[in-house]
T-cell receptor, first 111, second 116 residues
Framework: SQQGEEDPQALSIQEGENATMNCSYK?????LQWYRQNSGRGLVHLIL?????REKHSGRLRVTLDTSKKSSSLLITASRAADTASYFC???????????FGAGTTVTVRA | EAGVTQFPSHSVIEKGQTVTLRCDPI?????LYWYRRVMGKEIKFLLH????????ESGMPNNRFLAERTGGTYSTLKVQPAELEDSGVYFC??????????????FGEGSRLTVL
């Protein structure tokens, strides 16, 4: 069954605006990760946040994690055309090696 | 350093035919994973190798799918015979991590399978 579920499914914004997407999950986790997939390419790791962390930054990315609500958010600030991609959250359970992914949020940044 | 490579990038076959997908992980990565994404849905786990051993194959859809990783290096995923619902993008990923629940995965660009 699907562990991570992203919301919204699709997002269209103007260049320079911020993009926010959310992820909800079901079971306890060791960490939560966000990946990006540009059209026709592989998934690229963006950021990892551990279960004992609440917020993490990496460049223009900001990730939050609320383990009590089993949810996470990814904020991309000052978006660029190159940010157009699908974004996936993935959860790493504490007792397993494999990551569980959602269906992704498709972000389109308009010039 | 070379990343995860997958071959072929796209395969179009008739229903009932056989297809073999190949994945070369990053050198030194003991963990190798196969995932599949069907028609814009979630990316689903298929199986996980640690070196040449199958650690977890709980995501394999049925016995038409066979994965191998001889010698603990590259891996193949064979679909025989292929059905229409097998169409999708098959991703391979690898990681060096040893502790469960930690670390990122390094993905290949995927093999798109179209079954007609």
């Amino acid at each position: 069954s699907q562990q991570g579920e992203e919301d919204p499914q699709a997002l269209s914004i103007q260049e320079g605006e911020n993009a926010t997407m959310n992820c909800s999950y079901k079971t306890s986790i060791n960490n939560l990760q966000w990946y990006r997939q540009n059209s026709g390419r592989g998934l690229v790791h963006l950021i990892l946040i551990r279960s004992n962390e609440r917020e993490k930054h990496s460049g223009r990315l900001r990730v939050t994690l609320d383990t009590s609500k089993k949810s996470s958010s990814l904020l991309i600030t000052a978006s660029r055309a190159a940010d157009t991609a699908s974004y996936f959250c993935a959860t790493g359970p504490s007792n397993d090696y494999k990551l569980s992914f959602g269906a992704g949020t498709t972000v389109t940044v308009r010039a | 350093e070379a990343g995860v490579t997958q071959f072929p990038s796209h395969s179009v076959i008739e229903k009932g035919q056989t297809v073999t997908l190949r994945c070369d992980p990053i050198s030194g990565h003991d963990n190798l994973y196969w995932y599949r994404r069907v028609m814009g849905k979630e990316i689903k786990f298929l199986l996980h190798f640690v070196k040449e051993s199958k650690q977890d194959e709980s995501g394999m859809p049925n016995n038409r799918f066979l994965a191998e990783r001889t010698g603990g290096t590259y891996s193949t995923l064979k679909v025989q015979p292929a059905e229409l619902e097998d169409s999708g993008v098959y991703f391979c990923a690898s990681s060096p991590r040893r502790v469960p629940g930690t670390g990122e995965l390094f993905f290949g660009e995927g093999s798109r399978l179209t079954v007609l």
